[in-house]
């Protein structure tokens, strides 16, 4: 069965860490990746995301991500976190011809000033 | 002003008793989703619609219930058979077809009395 895997569940930085989470997931056809953000008391809210093309996608808030096909990973960066980056990042990858989205478990992120 | 609204914010339910979360959405989208989301596991999904009049069970579709009569609406049942239904329920939507990004809805957190 398809699945996403998220290394990191908690992550602890400082202002202008750079970072990085991981997101591996187990699918050998043609998947669709994402990655949602969900601040605290918000919406889940759309990152970025990956369909076809360019391997390496920029997205909102200064993050992106690289797909590496032969890794199944796309992991998500940003050079410089933020305080406000303070939330839950959820990796999702969305597969075959059901039109259901898979999620990793979740990974918070607490940035301190 | 498009969206997804999820009512109520928060849900109370007693031992033996249905209850039933409202998820309305206003993009003209074709396709709703029902997710779970608990600490530490993600979201999993409960119940998808890919268009009116018809569903299909998620992951985790034991002790819910769906109904799709109107392309706006997509209300989800708590039935008494869901043992565990403490958690965060999600709704999302799409447009049609198997391969399109899904926007969330901001969430009903259900407790259980």
């Known amino acids: 069965a398809q699945s996403v895997s998220q290394h990191n569940h908690h992550v602890i930085l400082s202002e202008a860490a750079s970072l990085e989470l991981g997101c591996n997931y187990s699918?050998?056809?043609?998947?669709?990746l994402f990655w949602y953000v969900q601040y605290p008391g918000q919406h889940l809210q759309l990152l970025l995301k990956?369909?076809?093309?360019?391997?390496l996608v920029k997205g909102i808030k200064g993050f992106e991500a690289e797909f590496i096909k032969s890794k199944f990973s796309f992991n998500l960066r940003k050079p410089s976190v933020q305080w406000s980056d303070t939330a839950e990042y959820f990796c999702?990858?969305?597969?075959?011809?059901?039109?259901?989205?898979?999620f990793g478990q979740g990974t918070t992120l607490q940035v301190k000033p | 002003d498009g969206g997804i609204t999820q009512s109520p914010k928060y849900l109370f339910r007693k031992e033996g008793q249905n209850v039933t979360l409202s998820c309305e959405q206003n993009?003209?989208?074709?396709?709703m989703y029902w997710y779970r989301q608990d600490p530490g596991q993600g979201l999993r999904l409960i119940y998808y619609?890919?268009?009116?009049?018809?569903?299909q069970k998620g992951d985790i579709a034991e002790g819910y219930s769906v109904s799709r009569e109107k392309k706006e609406s997509f209300p989800l049942t708590v039935t008494s058979a869901q043992k565990n239904p403490t958690a965060f329920y999600l709704c999302?939507?799409?447009?049609?077809?198997?391969?399109?990004?899904?926007?969330f809805g901001p969430g009903t957190r259900l407790l259980v009395l």
């Open positions: 999302a939507s799409s447009k049609s077809g198997y391969r399109e990004t899904q926007y």
């Open positions: 699918y050998g056809g043609t998947v669709n």
């Open positions: 990956y369909f076809s093309g360019d391997p």
């Open positions: 999702a990858a969305l597969s075959g011809n059901t039109g259901k989205l898979i």
């Open positions: 993009l003209n989208h074709d396709a």
């Open positions: 619609s890919q268009i009116v009049n018809d569903f």
